[in-house]
């Protein structure tokens, strides 16, 4: 069974503050793709970054940075000096040998100015 | 280029009526994919199409639910006698269809249909 656990269900920072998103996954696959998505208040889902499940090594790309960890099962998400626009439900998703990409229950994140 | 499309981007409907919703993917995906999000929750699957092949209809919650490519681009997802759990957000998604070692490449997702069953 294929399970993605977001453990935050809120965050509330201000505006330039650090902060790190927490995304547990549990896959039997040996290949599998790990996703982050972003749903701000309009309610689409804007992709972000996928990763494999051979590539460990953590991203960035400007203010944002990802950590996988596959020792922990785990793939987490920072925002650097985090501004309004942050402001979203951010999804965590893994999807491994079949079709249905699995996703946790997301992490809402407010950045107060 | 274009993105994901999905009509209406509203819906109420009697409990007892049929509704149908529509996908447009992205042009050249073959891949097509419907999710159910319900409130405060994350996307749960429903079915996947490859081209105009269902390959996939597990996450349909019941036989009231039925979708449909028939031309292998835009698809539709039919509910028929609309219950009140059926309100949610039904998101439609597509890809291209090989990404590494086989798995479903990147989903790129529409701006749902949210549906409301009085």
């Known amino acids: 069974a294929q399970k993605v656990t977001q453990a935050q269900t809120e965050i509330s920072v201000v505006e330039k503050e650090d902060v790190t998103l927490d995304c547990v996954y549990e896959?039997?696959?040996?290949?599998?793709?790990l996703f982050w998505y972003k749903q701000p208040p309009s309610g689409e889902l804007v992709f972000l970054i996928r990763r494999n499940s051979f590539d460990e090594q953590n991203e960035i790309s400007g203010r944002y940075s990802w950590n996988f960890q596959k020792s922990t099962s785990s793939f987490n998400f920072t925002i650097t000096a985090s501004q309004v626009v942050d402001s979203a439900v951010y999804f965590c998703a893994l999807i491994g040998r079949g079709n249905d990409m699995r996703f946790g229950a997301g992490t809402r994140l407010t950045v107060k100015p | 280029g274009a993105g994901v499309s999905q009509s209406p981007r509203y819906k109420v409907a009697k409990r007892g009526q049929d509704v149908a919703l529509r996908c447009d993917p992205i042009?050249?995906?073959?891949?097509l994919f419907w999710y159910q999000q319900a409130l405060g929750q994350g996307p749960e699957f429903l079915t996947y199409f490859q081209n105009e092949a269902q390959l996939d209809k597990s996450g349909l919650p019941s036989d009231r639910f039925f979708a449909e490519r028939p031309e292998g681009s835009v698809s539709t997802l039919k509910i028929q006698r609309t219950q009140q759990e059926d309100s949610a957000v039904y998101l439609c998604a597509s890809s291209d269809p090989q990404g590494l070692a086989g798995l479903t490449d990147t989903q790129y997702f529409g701006p749902g249909t949210r549906l409301t069953v009085l």
């Open positions: 042009s050249g995906h073959v891949s």
């Open positions: 896959t039997r696959d040996t290949t599998y793709y």
